[in-house]
């Protein structure tokens, strides 16, 4: 199933579980993830959303090894999927938090942006490591640029160094470090409840007003990061990326 849901009261978690690909984002994360989207749009039930992953890892972004065995034609339609499935995330009604346990990498960047609170233990990493891979983190960049700081999203596009939890905490992206795993997750379920308990069409109507109220994001930003990032695709270096990483070896660019 690749990602496993469970409903606590008004409560539901969404757990990326491919702790063996790092919660990679596979095609059937993807599908689970849209399928998560529609039932909380259904079910008036669902107060909070917290997403969390499995093993040593929230989400390292895209599933390298899936993306390195497509053809230039899926691969492309495989990032718009994904754009397509975080949009629908940040578009559903209800608060999103973060429960950060590990790496979050690439998507898994643009995961936390778009969650209301983020939350990590003391073991989570962030990063963007795009232009390592030829490529650039198109919606990681827009979405940090909306939701934290220009110049943080600029740090990790341009230099790819991942950091960590507290200075992650120190330059805005989280919004509180916790011990351990089972720390966390307990004060995301209590943070979670604490919402739940107030009136749902009134949570949701907060919600919809904070969006509207963004006046760093449109969906014009979000065309233009996918049109600048297509031509990438093809690139030799963006194929060289991908052979390094199933290789295990270092890229070597040539800029072409």
Known sequence: MHLVSERRGHVLWARLDRPERMNALSTTILDGLAETADAIERDVGIRCLVLAGSGRAFCAGADLKERGAMAAEDR?????????????LDAIPVPVIAAID??????????????????ASRKAVFGLPEARRGIIAGGSIVRLVRDVSPALAARLAYTCDQIDAAE????????AVYEDTAT????????????ARNAPLAVRASKRL????RSGFSAAAMTLALEIRAPLEDTADSVEALRAFAEKREPVFQGR
Do not use: C, K, P, T
């Not at 339609?77 to 629908?88: K, P, S």
């Not at 979050?104 to 209301?116: F, K, N, P, T």
């Open 76 to 88: 492309w339609r495989y990032v718009r999927r994904v754009n397509e499935v975080v949009g629908r």
């Open 168 to 175: 992650a905490m120190r330059l805005g992206l989280v919004d």
């Open 102 to 119: 590990g790496f979050a990498l690439g998507g898994g960047v643009e995961l936390v942006a778009i969650s209301d609170f983020r939350l």
């Open 184 to 195: 966390l997750e307990a004060e995301a379920q209590a943070l979670a409840e604490r919402i």
């Open 210 to 213: 904070l969006r509207g109220a």
